[in-house]
């Protein structure tokens, strides 16, 4: 069964500063990779999907890379707002059938005005 | 579109009362999804649906829970008799594709409580 870790599991920046957030799997034999941002008391709101296929895929000052080989996504955001700040899940897609979906318990994100 | 829209937002019931919870999908997606998700556990798949069909419900729990799809814009999931383990927040989500593993969107979620 794929499992999917997201370290470190809270983090603090000061705004204005670009961050990491990183994503491992243990199967490299994935479908695809979607990040998602919740913000407290809602669903989740997909940002980005990158396909087994792709390297990255870039949406405003957010960019999410994926190394299959090694098993690792990262979500960069640059020039961080509060407004960014929020509990961020990666979700791996199993490549068996196109029909699971493995989530990430999620790195909880504050920036600091 | 007014997005995936679920009800209540809150419900507060007694251990073994019958709670339903109700979801309207995005207008022409052809999946619908239903998860909880708890401090312990994250986020769990329940069951899903395509084309108003059950496809896979391995996840739920046990047989006091069960969903139904009547038609394209509309589905429940009840809890009968609901648990105080029960407690969570219960999400409902749509895709425009046939695959779990599709972009998925999220309702607000139905967080429920039972004493």
């Known amino acids: 069964k794929q499992e999917v870790t997201q370290i470190p599991a809270a983090l603090s920046v000061p705004e204005g500063e670009n961050l990491v957030l990183n994503c491992s799997f243990t199967?490299?034999?994935?479908?695809?990779l979607q990040w998602f941002r919740q913000d407290p008391g809602k669903g989740l709101t997909s940002l980005l999907l990158?396909?087994?296929?792709?390297r990255e895929q870039t949406s405003g000052r957010l960019n999410a890379s994926l190394d299959k080989s090694s098993g690792r996504s990262t979500l960069y955001i640059a020039a961080s707002q509060p407004g960014d700040s929020a509990t961020y899940l990666c979700?791996?897609?199993?490549?068996?059938?196109?029909?699971?979906?493995?989530f990430g318990t999620g790195t909880r994100l504050t920036v600091i005005p | 579109d007014a997005g995936v829209i679920q009800s209540p937002r809150h419900e507060v019931t007694e251990m073994g009362q019958e709670v339903t919870l109700r979801c309207k999908p995005i207008?022409?997606?052809?999946?619908l999804f239903w998860y909880r998700q708890t401090m312990m556990r994250g986020l769990e798949l329940l069951i899903y649906?395509?084309?108003?069909?059950?496809?896979?419900d391995s996840g739920m729990p046990e047989d006091r829970f069960s969903a139904k799809m009547p038609n394209a814009s509309f589905s429940t999931l009840k809890i009968q008799p609901s648990e105080p383990r029960d407690s969570a927040v219960y999400f409902c989500?749509?895709?425009?594709?046939?695959?779990?593993?599709?972009?998925?969107?999220f309702g607000s979620g139905t967080q429920l409580s039972v004493l």
């Open positions: 199967d490299s034999a994935i479908y695809n």
């Open positions: 649906f395509n084309n108003n069909v059950p496809i896979d």
């Open positions: 979700a791996v897609g199993d490549q068996t059938g196109a029909n699971n979906l493995f």
């Open positions: 990158i396909q087994s296929s792709q």
């Open positions: 207008s022409g997606h052809n999946s």
């Open positions: 989500a749509s895709s425009p594709g046939q695959y779990l593993a599709e972009k998925l969107f």
